[in-house]
C-alpha cells in the first residue's frame, strides 16, 4: 500500500476515527498536523492542495487525498473483518455510518466544540439560540443507540465493525459537550467493549 498521511487536527473525533482504524488493522500512518481554531484549514494552499472543503480529517494515499472520515476508514479497512462480507451487513454497517454523520456528528461533535474548546461565553447568539435543539437531538441519538445495544453487543453482527468505530468516535467524549452517558448504561458498556478490542488506541 502507498505511504499513508493523516493530515488532522488531534482534538477531533472524526480524525481519531481515522487513527483508531489504522490501529485496529495494523496500518502505519503518518499525521501532519492543523490547529482548526487558527484557520489552519482555510489557507489557500491548504484548499488548494488538500481539500477544497476546507476541512479534515484528509487521509493522504501517496499522492492522492481522500477527504471524509468514514470514506477514509473505508479506505483502510477494505479487507478486514471490520467490514463485513454478507451484502445486507455492510449495508446495515453503512446505515449507521449515516446516521453518524446525519443525527449524532453535527449534534454531539458541534456541542462538545462548542463547550470543551471554544467556551460558551464566546459562542456567537445564533450558536447560542441552536443549543437546545443540539442538545435535544443528541440526545435522541444516544437514546436510539442505547436501545439497540441493550439487544445487541456490536451495531452490526456479531462482532466490531466500521459502525462501532464512527459512532465511538464522539460518544465516549460525549460529557464534553454536556451529554450524560450514566443515562445510556448499554452505551456505556459497549463503550468499554471498544477499549478492550485488541489493537484500540486511546485520543489523544
Ligand atoms: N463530514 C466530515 C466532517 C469534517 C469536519 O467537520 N471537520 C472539522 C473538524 S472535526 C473541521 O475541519 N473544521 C474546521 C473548519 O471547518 O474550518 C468528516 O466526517 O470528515
Redesign the pocket.
Known amino acids: 500500500m502507498a505511504d499513508l498521511t493523516l493530515h488532522e487536527?488531534p482534538r477531533?473525533?472524526?480524525?481519531y476515527k481515522i487513527k483508531l482504524t489504522a490501529a485496529l488493522v495494523g496500518l502505519p500512518l503518518e499525521t501532519r498536523q492543523y490547529d482548526?481554531l487558527a484557520?489552519e484549514?482555510?489557507t489557500p494552499e491548504f484548499l488548494g492542495s488538500v481539500n477544497p472543503n476546507?476541512?479534515?480529517?484528509v487521509l493522504q494515499i501517496g499522492a492522492r487525498f481522500l477527504?471524509?472520515?468514514?470514506a477514509a476508514c473505508w479506505y483502510l479497512a477494505e479487507g478486514s473483518p471490520l467490514i463485513p462480507g454478507n451484502r445486507f451487513d455492510q449495508a446495515d454497517m453503512l446505515r449507521w455510518m449515516f446516521f453518524e454523520?446525519y443525527s449524532h456528528?453535527p449534534n454531539i461533535?458541534t456541542m462538545r466544540?462548542w463547550l470543551h474548546f471554544v467556551g460558551e461565553a464566546k459562542l456567537s447568539p445564533q450558536q447560542k439560540a441552536q443549543m437546545m435543539a443540539k442538545r435535544i437531538a443528541g440526545c435522541e441519538a444516544l437514546k436510539l443507540m442505547d436501545g439497540h445495544l441493550a439487544q445487541s453487543g456490536w451495531f452490526v453482527g456479531d462482532g466490531p465493525t466500521l459502525a462501532d468505530i464512527a459512532l465511538f468516535a464522539y460518544t465516549h467524549v460525549a460529557e464534553d459537550g454536556g451529554f450524560a452517558l450514566s443515562d445510556y448504561p448499554a452505551v456505556e458498556r459497549w463503550i468499554e467493549r471498544v477499549k478492550a478490542l485488541p489493537g484500540f488506541v486511546a485520543m489523544a
Open positions: 487536527d477531533s473525533g472524526n480524525c482548526i484557520g484549514t482555510r476546507g476541512r479534515i480529517p477527504p471524509e472520515s468514514n454523520q456528528e461533535a466544540f
